[in-house]
């Protein structure tokens, strides 16, 4: 049973910075993309943004200049790190990942909160 586990999440005030983490349980090399997506309350989940596994990003236009994506192979690690932080941020973030067989994996989530 492959697993995606992330952690970060927490308050932070607008304009702040979080660095999110998805942990796999296996090697990241396995999935072909991994992305993260949102889900603010009362709202359906959103797409924020993917990487592939040549390093290729994607970005949702509304995060774009403020979020990065990264990997770390060695660790099996994705990370997000969020910066210039907005109310609207505010959401539970999600780790996902699809491997080279087509199977998607989801992460339970980690709370983001953006307020003063």
């Known amino acids: 049973q492959v697993q995606l586990v992330e952690s970060g999440g927490g308050l932070v005030q607008p304009g702040g910075s979080l660095r999110l983490s998805c942990a796999a349980s296996?090697?990241?090399?396995?999935?072909?993309?991994m992305s993260w997506h949102r889900q603010a309350p009362g709202k359906e989940r959103e797409f924020v943004g993917l990487?592939?596994?040549?390093?290729?990003?994607t970005y949702q236009d509304s995060v774009k200049g403020r979020f990065t994506i990264s990997r770390d192979n060695v660790k099996n690690t994705m990370n997000l790190q969020m910066n210039s932080l907005k109310p609207e941020d505010t959401a539970i973030y999600y780790c996902?990942?699809?491997?080279?067989?087509?199977?998607?994996?989801w992460g339970e989530g980690t709370l983001v909160t953006v307020s003063s």
């Open positions: 296996r090697s990241i090399f396995s999935f072909n993309m």
């Open positions: 996902n990942g699809r491997d080279l067989s087509g199977n998607v994996y």
């Open positions: 990487i592939g596994t040549g390093g290729r990003t």
